[in-house]
Each structure stands twice: as structure tokens, then as C-alpha cells.
T-cell receptor
Framework: DTEVTQTPKHLVMGMTNKKSLKCEQHMGHRAMYWYKQKAKKPPELMFVYSYEKLSINESVPSRFSPECPNSSLLNLHLHALQPEDSALYLC?????????????FGDGTRLSIL | QKEVEQDPGPLSVPEGAIVSLNCTYSNSAFQYFMWYRQYSRKGPELLMYTYSSGNKEDGRFTAQVDKSSKYISLFIRDSQPSDSATYLCAMSGGAQKLVFGQGTRLTINP
């Protein structure tokens, strides 16, 4: 079992739907990340939160909207997605912005856009 | 040229063999080096984490970093079918970003 928990594990949504992905960690980490992973490819960074503030946005389309309500929780709000957005969405956490050390990943949400 | 190069394989070896997985990189600023294991339909699991150069051993796994050659390796001794997975190298330094290799798909045959 991973220490980063993501829900739901699977999500199927239409292009007009609004849904949210959730991530929770209880390791006391102060940096949290969203990644997108397509099949047979490495994860691609989307967003970084450090001390609950957005520090990096990798030019992600506005149909993806991140939120960090507190140091343990990270959400990704989805609206008007496209079929090419179907992928595994991974959440990760690490100690702090100043620590360039390892990130710990959840098992992801497998998202399918109809 | 990619910042991190990793042979995607696939790599297939018999059970009990020693497996060697490698990555090369071009960015001298990288200081942290990681190996992740990813099973199908799971997230990447941190296997080994090394700061700067040197070797690190954990059970059947050994990670090596050679900064002078910009080359990192992961060795798996006495490989088991349960080691079959995709192995991703990742590096960071100077920015709050991990740079991943493409991943190597490994199969251990019983």
C-alpha cells in the first residue's frame, strides 16, 4: 500500500462533465504534485504546490484546475476535457520545496474521456 | 538530445539472473538520482534514492551513480518473476522537477 492515496481509482466522464480527482498524504510532506502519464511513457509534470501555494504550472490547459485545501490534500478539478486527456493521473508528495529529493507517488486515477 | 536517456527495452531474462539497468544524462546540475518501479496499473514505487555519487545497496538491489561519466545503474541480483515491471530512472537538481527516463520494461522468466 502506498502512503499517497488517490480517489477514485477509475473515472469515466463525458466531455461536458465536471469531476474532481482527490489526493491525500499523511507523511508531513509540504510539496505535492500532479502528473499525467500516458501508456508506455514516463509521468509528465502538470502542477506543483509548495506549502499550499501553486509554485509550478507546466502550461496546463485551463480545463484542469488544481486546488490545495491544506497540507495533506490536493484536488484536481476537471471540466470540458477532451478525449486526448484520457490517461493515468498521478499525485506525488515530497518533503519541501527546498528538498530536491524523492517524490512518493500514489497509484493514480485512470481517467477515460468519452 | 534528451536530458535523460534510458533504453526502453523490452528486456527479458531468466529467473535468478543479474539484471543491469542504466541511464545516461547530460545535465551536470543533477544531484539526486532515483529508481522507481512501476507495475501495470499502479503508480511508480520508489526503489532507490542516491544523493550525488556512489553506491547504495538495499537487499537484492544496488544503485550506482557515476557523475564523472553522467551514468547511473540499477542492479538486481537473484531476479524473481515478481521483479517484472517497468523501471524508471529519475533525476533532479536545481529545480523542483524530476526528469524521468523513458522507462525499461523488464520481464523475468520462471
Amino acid at each position: 500500500d502506498t502512503e499517497v492515496t488517490q480517489t477514485p481509482k477509475h473515472l469515466v466522464m463525458g466531455m461536458t462533465n465536471k469531476k474532481s480527482l482527490k489526493c491525500e498524504q499523511h507523511m508531513g510532506h509540504r510539496a505535492m504534485y500532479w502528473y499525467k502519464q500516458k501508456a508506455k511513457k514516463p509521468p509528465e509534470l502538470m502542477f506543483v504546490y509548495s506549502y499550499e501555494k501553486l509554485s509550478i504550472n507546466e502550461s496546463v490547459p485551463s480545463r484542469f484546475s488544481p486546488e490545495c485545501p491544506n497540507s495533506s490534500l490536493l484536488n484536481l478539478h476537471l471540466h470540458a476535457l477532451q478525449p486526448e486527456d484520457s490517461a493515468l493521473y498521478l499525485c506525488a508528495s515530497s518533503h519541501s520545496k527546498g528538498d530536491l529529493g524523492p517524490q512518493h507517488f500514489g497509484d493514480g486515477t485512470r481517467l477515460s474521456i468519452l | 538530445q534528451k536530458e535523460v536517456e534510458q533504453d526502453p527495452g523490452p528486456l527479458s531474462v531468466p529467473e535468478g539472473a543479474i539484471v543491469s539497468l542504466n541511464c545516461t544524462y547530460s545535465n551536470s546540475a543533477f544531484q539526486y538520482f532515483m529508481w522507481y518501479r512501476q507495475y501495470s496499473r499502479k503508480g511508480p514505487e520508489l526503489l532507490m534514492y542516491t544523493y550525488s555519487s556512489g553506491n547504495k545497496e538495499d537487499g537484492r538491489f544496488t544503485a550506482q551513480v557515476d557523475k564523472s561519466s553522467k551514468y547511473i545503474s540499477l542492479f538486481i541480483r537473484d531476479s524473481q518473476p515478481s521483479d517484472s515491471a517497468t523501471y524508471l530512472c529519475a533525476m533532479s537538481g536545481g529545480a523542483q522537477k524530476l526528469v524521468f527516463g523513458q522507462g525499461t520494461r523488464l520481464t523475468i522468466n520462471p
